[in-house]
């Protein structure tokens, strides 16, 4: 299946959720026309189209807000490619606030294509394309370690996607790291089952021994992830399934039988 262009998707999840579609409308028109125009757009958002959840998105949109959504929609609409993008795209992320900066994250990584899942960024064998995110090349590094550096677990959820396979590894793993202690759900994570390995494994181990001491214990996904990605063979044999997807599923089942 050819993938959609993002802007599609978005403008069809968008339909009857938007507060005033008259202004969204006009806004992507005049980003197109001008792209400075954008400055000025982009933190109204939330004010002129709902900061409301994105209802009935779908799974690889999953944790968006309407303002998310509408605000990607208006970069999606920049007529600019390479330098000029990254350059006006890194300055809407620095001049924002939180949800500014969340928006330019999510912008960068696209939906979600289900965290860890075999396939790389397509998503999973067998599943329909998923339109991928803006490309400013390098630039996004320092967004995205600036956003895994905060205290907002919304930001670093949306710097988690697969925006983030520019970092180098020792970057990839603190931000799993990073993961684990704010409890955010590693399915949030693209690429956990090709970027996950023996290093990651001694970092959560150390993480486990030290909370174990201290009379805590790691989220349960995180536990199972570790069980897992200890075990090469055992993730060898199931290929179809994402690690981020099944810790989380496996750390479901735990809950179940112990609630």
Known sequence: MTARHLADLLTDVLKNQVTDP???????????QNPDAITMRFPAVGRRCGRGPLAGAGPELAGWSVDDAARVL??????????ALARLV????WQGGAAEKRAV??????PNAGAGAAGGPQGPAGAPDVPQGLDIGAASVELLDDAIRTNDPRLVAAAVGSAARRLDDGMWRQAVLKCVFMEIPLTAVADLDRRADGELARMLADLDDERRAAGRSLPDDATVLLALISDPEWVRSTPQRGIGDTASARSAEFKEKTV
Request: hydrophobic share 50%.
């Open 22 to 32: 008259q202004w969204l409308g006009d806004a992507r028109w005049q980003v197109a």
């Open 74 to 83: 208006l970069l999606t609409a920049l007529p600019l490619r390479g330098t």
């Open 90 to 93: 890194t300055a809407l992320y």
């Open 105 to 110: 994250l999510r912008a960068l990584s696209g």
